[in-house]
């Protein structure tokens, strides 16, 4: 390894198992010192099957894992959905470690409906979660950069999101879901707009690979190769050097950017920009808007497909 992130501390959520376990051992591999977040709930955020007294035990489990292989890490078994759970975060970094240098955040799970069967409930805890989740330790790693920066400490601080290409081009039987992971693309862009003053660089990534919540969704595609010397295209490890360089200070000038990340491909995404136009210089009648509109997406690019489209 190269010692990447040597000297820094990052910040994992969600991150007892999948793509958050592969960035916390990615991290510590390249020198960080890693809080591996996590609260040790099941696949839908019920219990995870140990009970409360055991929750955070997935957190401290890849903390020990860190440690054997001589990294460092620090177990974080709070809501980062609640204020006090993700102001607990941010101070787990500064108490144990002194600093805080990168947020990934991670944390989500899954309640599949399609749209007429999707109840308020399963709504709101999947836009929690993911939204919110999200939100809530950014604000609170936010402040602490700004405070650093005011003091004259600039920081060369990171947040990397995890968003979807759920969110980016919707998906069949996960309208909470690819709703959530929408508003972290929108929330991703607003921090780096407002942030960056402070030395602080957000960006986000659309990752596909194997975990609990797509090896169910898409068992086929998922599937770990046969061949033990095979490339395991959809291993969660293959996301997680692309997530170490946007934590790292290496990746300076870069923000308000959507990776997508999946076996060995990266791909820049490029998002909602102005396409064909039409101004008449005055209001349109209901009949002239459509013909316009219609001649409009004759010239436009088509919209690819909806994931699990048939």
């Given at each position: ?275 064909p136009t039409a101004d008449k210089g005055a209001r349109w009648t209901p009949a002239e808007a459509g013909e316009a509109a219609r001649k409009l997406l004759a010239d436009a690019e088509p919209p690819r497909p909806v994931y699990g489209a048939s």
């Amino acid at each position: 390894m190269t010692g990447l992130c040597e000297g820094r501390v990052a910040v994992v959520t969600g991150a007892g198992r999948g793509l958050g376990r592969a960035h916390a051992l990615a991290l510590a591999a390249e020198g960080a010192r890693v809080v591996v977040n996590d609260l040790g709930v099941a696949l839908d955020g019920g219990d995870g099957g140990d009970g409360a007294a055991d929750r955070g035990s997935p957190a401290q489990d890849v903390a020990e894992e860190i440690r054997a292989l001589g990294g460092e890490a620090v177990a974080h078994g709070g809501d980062i959905a609640t204020a006090d759970g993700a102001a607990s975060l941010v101070a787990t970094a500064l108490d144990t470690y002194g600093r805080f240098d990168a947020l990934v955040n991670n944390a989500g799970f899954l309640r599949d409906r399609m749209l007429i069967n999707l109840d308020e409930d399963d709504w709101d805890a999947v836009v929690r979660v993911h939204l919110k989740g999200h939100f809530l330790p950014l604000r609170h790693a936010a402040a602490h950069w700004r405070a650093e920066a005011k003091a004259g400490r600039a920081p060369a601080a990171r947040v990397v999101n995890t968003a979807s290409g759920a969110g980016l081009l919707g998906s069949v039987g996960q309208g909470n879901y690819s709703a959530a992971k929408a508003g972290i693309v929108g929330l991703t862009l607003v921090a780096a707009a407002e942030l960056g003053r402070y030395g602080v660089q957000v960006n986000a990534i659309a990752p596909a690979a194997r975990t609990r919540m797509t090896e169910r969704t898409f068992a086929e595609t998922m599937a770990a190769p046969d061949a033990a010397d095979a490339f395991d295209a959809m291993a969660p490890g293959n996301v997680s050097p692309l997530v170490v360089w946007l934590a790292s200070a290496d990746s300076a000038g870069v923000t308000g950017r959507v990776f997508e990340a999946e076996a060995g491909r990266i791909t820049v995404m490029e998002g909602w920009r102005p396409g064909p136009t039409a101004d008449k210089g005055a209001r349109w009648t209901p009949a002239e808007a459509g013909e316009a509109a219609r001649k409009l997406l004759a010239d436009a690019e088509p919209p690819r497909p909806v994931y699990g489209a048939s």
